[in-house]
């Protein structure tokens, strides 16, 4: 007996059927309205250069007295965060009562190309927690680190601990040198000078083409199979466009920013080991001593769960919470279960630090 | 960066699996048991619809992306529906047919092909528009060449174009090497193509169990994408990778650079702005802006302190306003003894200030400082502290070094009695300002009682007094008007 168990009139069935839905498909594909995203309303509260720094409006005033800045990646859209209307974390906050900001990086060009992460890191991120703490009416802010914006928030709260009440990350890469990361296996010999005074601001391609490598069969084919699956349903190839929009729809990264960040963090790891500095500051992780809570996706491809995990020993904070999700790296933002799970663990873990 | 669409080929793809499935099934040739023909002709005219050159941006990309996608899954269709064809006319089973390897299609070259390649190909950027038709160009003309005279690259370049031919030298090299480097690449994804395989072969011998074998075309396919991903993650791991990855960058960062180089040359000769003129502009602006916003925030921050300080102030007035707030009130005191404390710690800075200034560094501006500070903190005691200075400029410390100084470039050969001679008179010089400093500070603290001895400022300026017949009187009043207050001690 073989490994197949395929009668020949079952194969051309289900090449029936595939071929079928690829015809519907292409109709439905047809009749589709380009997608919208980022459906909750909000205000405009602070803007310097291409940064905008949002406040959500809820359909009930926020119960919370601190607010919740959310800090984005540089290398992706932040609407990541506010897809659609039943996958929205800044929705399920505003719900649970929290005052939740958000900082919009914009799409840098090449007038941005010698922006470094002083500028960004002591200086936009400085600036708008100062510009949030001012319309709040607060000394302290909540921050609310992703992924790079982890590391970004991570090392501005080393250095401005004063300004931080709670500090919450999420899928935020600590220890870079794990195993199992693969950008940084391939980041890690690479001549980082030479990239960036070659190409300067490096472009939204190739970090997309770099994700995209992670998991090439996945990623470039597998995953258009199963679109296949969902051609003929509006809603979910909706739901599949907006996705594709968001994973493409990326900033190209400032030049001095990347050159930085892969030489201190992926090929110096010196979040974890010391010795990093950005501007005229040292930043030291062990200054962290207000409550934090870190949480990371257990199949999270791009940022390893054991690089996330590595924060609990860097940190100086005696009150440290960790949850693990059972999900990947988008995933723990549009996931059913994220909606019913992230944004209550958040919420439940601020008020009893309120 | 997919590879194009073709609708017409993957049409044709469809028809021939349709005329296998016809074949195997027996179905009649007039019949189109799934879209052959002219059925086949309204998905192939609704796939022709979405075609990128077809209205709707957005949907024709996600059908290119789809399609392009789906390429290995229909490839796998494709090479089990010409299995079970041979099947039912007596050939090999679907089982042994991949026991065989036989699975063309499944594979499609833009999955397995050099993924860094493509990647650069997309790549936007001064000297990377048409990076891939300039590699190829390269490949096709002048690799042979190179090839050949590959020890030519490192012969010494000489005469009128040395720098032309070196340049020349270098590209070539960076081309060659990149060639190199990206030729290590395509052998490492190729192992990862055999290690695929070898570990489908694996997986599919796990599934030869009763209630464990694969019973559709997508399982089998999705069984596949695990082991292509399993092998190639393997790889993308390891410490070779690692090596390989960042040499076949670096070494396309290396040909951008030269030909930008080049580009650039050529845009001087012509008179054009080149990226370097821009981007250096863009680096300045940038620290422009930081200095900027430094200053700002600055500014912004020593408002804040003086509406502090005017907020303290208004607090003492109504602290002092209040009754008794005299009689031993320790919040007004204590910033009465703090003033009185700072002024001796001011004038001794004056002191260092005027001192180090004859050592011929920042000579005058210290100087020149210190007593204006004086008269800001402590308005008798600074003020006898520049009079004292101003008795007689060509004495005052901050001069006094400059005889030694002349006398020593009027020498440029200095001799060693020269230089001895220049060191005790810098020697002296420091001596005699700090006696005046000490005078002065004597003076500032009600003490100066009789005459000042030895070689002190003071003592000088009570010399130069007394034997300058010529001195104004304005000078000598002026000095005595000094001292004055606390019996003339700074004489």
């Not at chain 1, 040198?177 to 693969?182: K, L």
């Not at chain 2, 082991?227 to 960062?253: K, N, P, T, W």
Request: proline letters at 4%; glycine letters at 8%; hydrophobic letters at 40%.
């Amino acid at each position: 007996m073989g490994p197949l168990n395929i009668a020949a009139s079952e194969l051309f069935e289900e090449a029936v059927r595939f071929q079928r839905k690829m015809s519907r498909g292409a109709e439905v594909l047809r009749t589709l309205d380009d997608v919208d995203f980022g459906i909750t309303p909000k205000d405009e509260v602070y803007r310097e250069d291409k940064l905008v720094v949002y406040r959500f409006r809820g359909e009930k005033k926020p119960t919370a007295k601190t607010p919740i800045l959310i800090v984005y990646a540089l290398v992706n859209r932040p609407y990541m965060v506010d897809l659609q209307a039943d996958k929205s974390l800044v929705r399920n906050l505003l719900a649970q009562g929290e005052d939740v900001y958000l900082i919009d990086w914009g799409y840098p060009d090449r007038a941005d190309r010698w922006l470094t992460l002083d500028d960004y890191i002591n200086g936009y991120i400085r600036r708008s927690v100062d510009a949030v703490a001012k319309h709040a009416g607060v000394a302290k802010i909540n921050l609310l680190g992703i992924c790079q914006g982890g590391a970004f928030s991570l090392c501005f709260t080393a250095m401005h601990p004063h300004k931080v009440k709670n500090l919450i990350t999420m899928v935020t890469p600590v220890d870079f040198h794990t195993p199992d990361n693969m950008l940084s296996n391939w980041t890690r010999n690479m001549d980082a000078d030479l990239f960036v005074d070659t190409i300067g601001n490096v472009p939204a391609d190739l970090m997309n083409w770099c994700y995209l490598m992670l998991k090439p069969m996945r990623l470039l084919q597998q995953k258009y199979v199963g679109m296949v699956d969902i051609l003929d349903n509006k809603e979910e190839l909706e739901n599949f466009l907006r996705m594709e929009k968001w994973i493409f729809d990326s900033p190209d990264q400032a030049g001095e920013a990347f050159r930085e960040f892969m030489r201190d963090f992926y090929q110096g790891n010196k979040l974890v080991k010391g010795g990093l500095s950005i501007g005229d500051r040292t930043v030291d992780l062990g200054r962290i001593t207000m409550p934090v809570l870190n949480i990371f996706a257990e199949q999270d491809h791009l940022v390893p769960p054991d690089s996330s995990r590595a924060l609990q020993a860097a940190v100086g904070s005696k009150d440290y919470t960790q949850i693990a999700f059972k999900g990947g790296h988008i995933g723990i933002y549009v996931s059913g279960r994220a909606q019913r799970e992230v944004p209550p663990a958040i919420h439940d873990w601020l008020k009893a630090r309120s | 960066m997919s590879e194009p669409l073709d609708v017409a080929q993957w049409a044709k793809n469809w028809e021939a699996m349709a005329r296998q499935a016809q074949a195997a099934l027996g179905a009649n040739p007039g019949q189109a048991p799934w879209g052959v023909g002219s059925a086949n002709a309204g998905w192939a005219d609704a796939l022709g619809k979405a075609n990128p050159f077809a209205d709707g941006k957005q949907q024709n990309e996600a059908m290119e992306r789809m399609l392009s996608g789906a390429q290995g899954y229909l490839g796998m269709l494709q090479s089990l529906a010409a299995a079970a064809a041979g099947q039912s006319g007596g050939g090999e089973s679907l089982a042994d047919a991949f026991r065989n390897g036989l699975f063309p299609g499944a594979f499609s070259s833009s999955t397995m092909g050099n993924p860094m390649a493509a990647a650069m190909r997309g790549l936007a950027g001064s000297g990377a528009r048409g990076f891939d038709q300039m590699m190829e160009q390269f490949a096709a003309a002048a690799g042979p060449m190179f090839d050949k005279a590959r020890g030519a690259l490192h012969q010494p370049a000489f005469g009128f174009l040395r720098e032309k031919q070196e340049n020349l030298q270098k590209t070539a090299q960076v081309f060659i090497d990149y060639q190199e480097q990206s030729a290590r690449y395509d052998r490492l994804m190729l192992k990862v193509g055999e290690q695929s395989f070898a570990r489908f072969q694996l997986k599919l011998a796990e599934r030869e169990e009763p209630g464990r074998q694969i019973e559709s075309a997508r399982a089998l396919y999705d069984l596949w994408i695990d082991a292509a991903e399993e092998a190639y993650a393997e790889i993308a791991l390891s410490e070779e990778f690692r090596e390989v990855y960042a040499a076949v960058v670096d070494a396309q960062m290396r040909v951008r650079q030269q030909v930008q180089g080049e580009i650039e040359r050529y845009c001087n000769e012509l008179g054009m702005p080149t990226r370097s003129e821009v981007d250096s502009i863009g680096q300045r602006l940038q620290a422009l802006r930081r200095e900027f916003r430094n200053l700002h925030e600055n500014d912004a921050g020593h408002q804040a302190l003086l509406a502090e300080i005017e907020v303290l102030r208004n607090e003492v007035a109504a602290l002092k306003s209040q009754p008794g707030a005299h009689a031993g009130s320790a919040t007004t005191a204590a910033p009465a003894r703090a003033a009185r404390s700072s002024t001796p710690r001011t004038s001794k800075k004056a002191r260092q200030a005027a001192t180090s200034s004859t050592r011929g560094k920042n000579a005058g501006s210290k100087a020149d400082a210190a007593p204006t500070r004086g008269v800001e903190k402590g308005e008798g005691k600074g003020k006898r502290t520049q009079d004292a200075q101003s008795v007689s400029p060509t004495v005052a410390g901050p001069v006094k070094a400059k005889p030694s100084k002349a006398k020593t470039r009027r020498k440029p050969v200095a001799t060693s009695s020269a230089k001895r001679r220049a060191k005790r008179s810098r020697s002296e010089a420091g001596k005699s300002v700090a006696a005046a400093g000490a005078a002065v500070k004597s003076t500032a603290q009600g003490g100066g009682k009789g005459k000042p001895k030895g070689n002190s400022f003071a003592a000088s300026i009570a010399r130069f007094a007394r034997k300058s017949k010529t001195a104004s009187a304005g000078h000598v009043a002026q000095s005595r008007k000094v001292g004055s207050g606390k019996r003339g001690g700074d004489r």
